[in-house]
């Protein structure tokens, strides 16, 4: 039996991300936090991970693509799963009675016009939208909501005050499904002809490294999705590169790449190579 582990409680957007990729069969693991998510893939306590990495509102997801970059475990797989928040009370409860709504910081990060078009209403941070629900309908204070998917208010069986309060109708939220070097073989086959590649890069000296990895992969066709700069730990003001690029190779051409690139001094870390997911359909 494989064990996918995800942040959160039942009812969680990263649930249902995992159920649209992988199935409703899937056997899911919660998790309280990023931290422990990560840890049941090292442990084996789960055969893989889904971790979600950026949202079109608010950008990166930065701690997971810092755990990412402390693991050894691999993308074979993601998906674009759309975002759509409930302002969700207990029953009994009504829109004017609320004065302070729970939820995780990215999805309170995403509904900011909510709060600025009702500035008596509190946002408090929480580890988990769906885990916000549940504790507004066991304490049954009409004046307390949470923000969290319409799946979370019929499992937890709380009241709709709301629909589609997030900035912009065009949320998504891109998650990574990650497994361990060794299974990453076995599990991508699951999945279409891979052409998106991701690796961080980290710089050893100041004189236009990252300028020319790039022209490198411009030259051999290899395309620029996305670039993002985590800071190094214990040096100030120095980044390592989060890449993703597209491209349509076979797995020996990849390897000669890579190879090639390492023999030239860039000190690369393969974080998985896997097919990318175009944009979901909206209803």
């Known amino acids: ?64 693509y810092d755990l990412l970059l402390e693991s050894s475990l691999q ?33 309170l990060a995403q509904c900011e016009k909510f709060f600025a078009a009702n500035p008596k209403i509190k946002a408090v941070a929480t ?14 204070d009409p004046t307390i909501a949470a923000i969290a998917s319409y799946r979370a208010c019929l499992i937890y069986k709380g009241k709709l005050l709301g629909q589609n309060i997030e900035d912009n109708s065009q949320n998504f ?23 998106k590649l991701s690796l961080a890069f980290y710089p050893s000296k100041a004189d236009n490294e990252l300028c020319r990895l790039l022209q490198y992969f411009t030259d051999h ?7 993002e700069p985590r800071p190094i730990k214990g040096r100030p003001w120095n980044y390592s590169f989060c890449l993703d690029l597209r491209a349509c190779l076979k797995k020996e051409q990849l390897k000669n790449i890579l190879e090639t690139l390492q023999s030239q001094g860039y000190n690369l870390q393969f974080l998985g190579f896997y097919p990318e997911m175009l944009m979901p359909k909206q209803n």
Do not use: W
Request: charged share 20%; aromatic share 6%; net charge negative.
């Open 1 to 64: 039996m494989t064990y996918v582990a995800f942040q959160g409680e039942t009812g969680a957007f990263s649930e249902e991300a995992a159920i649209s990729l992988l199935g409703s069969q899937t056997q899911l693991l919660p998790c309280s936090s990023f931290e422990s998510m990560f840890d049941s893939g090292h442990q084996g306590k789960a055969d893989m991970i889904l971790a979600p990495l950026e949202n079109s509102l608010i950008g990166s997801i930065s701690r997971c």
């Open 75 to 107: 993308i074979i797989a993601e998906v674009v799963h759309p975002i759509h928040h409930c302002l969700i009370g207990c029953q009994g409860s009504s829109f004017e009675d609320i004065k302070t709504v729970e939820s995780h910081p990215a999805a």
């Open 127 to 140: 580890n988990d939208t769906a885990a916000s629900v549940r504790r507004v309908i066991e304490r049954s």
């Open 173 to 195: 939220t891109r998650f990574g499904l990650l497994t361990s070097k060794e299974k990453a073989s076995k599990k991508a086959t699951k999945f279409s002809i891979p052409n």
């Open 221 to 227: 066709n290899v395309e620029l999705l996305k670039i």
